[in-house]
Every structure is written in C-alpha cells, then in structure tokens.
Nanobody
Framework: QVQLVESGGGLVQHGGSLRLSCAASGRMLSAYAVGWFRQAPGQEREFVAAISWSGGSTFYADSVKGRFTISGDIAKNTVYLQMNSLKPEDTAIYYC???????????????????WGQGTQVTVSS
C-alpha cells in the first residue's frame, strides 16, 4: 500500500506561483509513476502532469505545459509540482496519485493510478 499526502496549496494572485508536494509512505515511489490531477467544482477530475518511476520522463497537459514542472526527490520519497504563471482557471483541488503498476512510464489515464491523496486546494484570484 501507498499513502500519499499533498501539501502546499493556498490562495495566490493571478500570475503567482505555488509549489505542491506529494509525500509518500508505505512504499517507495521510485518504482512507480506519479501523476497530478485536479478537479474544479462541477467538473471532472483532469490530468495535469506525470513523471516516470525513474524521473527521466515527464508528461503534461497542454493547458499547463510551459507553466508547470513536475519533479521528484527519491531520497525524500516526494514528488513536487511547481506551478508558475497561475491563472484563475487553475483553481481546483489538486490530487497526486501513484501508478498501480511498477516501472511504467508517465500517463494521463486516471484508471492507471491506484493510490490517491486527499487533495490540496489551490485558488487563484483574478
């Protein structure tokens, strides 16, 4: 089992930055791809970014490409999402998730992720 805890959310102005953290316990993340997803009120949960188990590959949604960066610290068993140039439409609850299968590349499919955190709220004011 993997337990994931997100942190770093908050209120920020349009154009500002935040860094989200996803700390894992129970199993080393280094063998699993990790993704970030987000869900705004009344909308489905959508893919944001993912990183491979080795950290060598990343994948981003078009809406955040060039603004967000996903990275991992194996020693800390933690994955980060650096969010720059934030927009009001980035407002959502952000969730991290770990893949159900070891040694798989990053992907955008929710059904491939078996372990989820509780989420952290990000609010971007206009």
């Amino acid at each position: 089992q993997v337990q994931l805890v997100e942190s770093g959310g908050g209120l920020v102005q349009h154009g500002g930055s935040l860094r989200l953290s996803c700390a894992a316990s129970g199993r080393m993340l280094s063998a699993y791809a990790v993704g970030w997803f987000r869900q705004a009120p009344g909308q489905e949960r959508e893919f944001v970014a993912a990183i491979s188990w080795s950290g060598g590959s990343t994948f981003y949604a078009d809406s955040v490409k060039g603004r967000f960066t996903i990275s991992g610290d194996i020693a800390k068993n933690t994955v980060y999402l650096q969010m720059n140039s934030l927009k009001p439409e980035d407002t959502a609850i952000y969730y991290c998730a770990a893949d159900s299968t070891r040694f798989r590349g990053p992907n955008q499919y929710r059904t491939d992720y078996a372990y989820w955190g509780q989420g952290t709220q990000v609010t971007v004011s206009s």
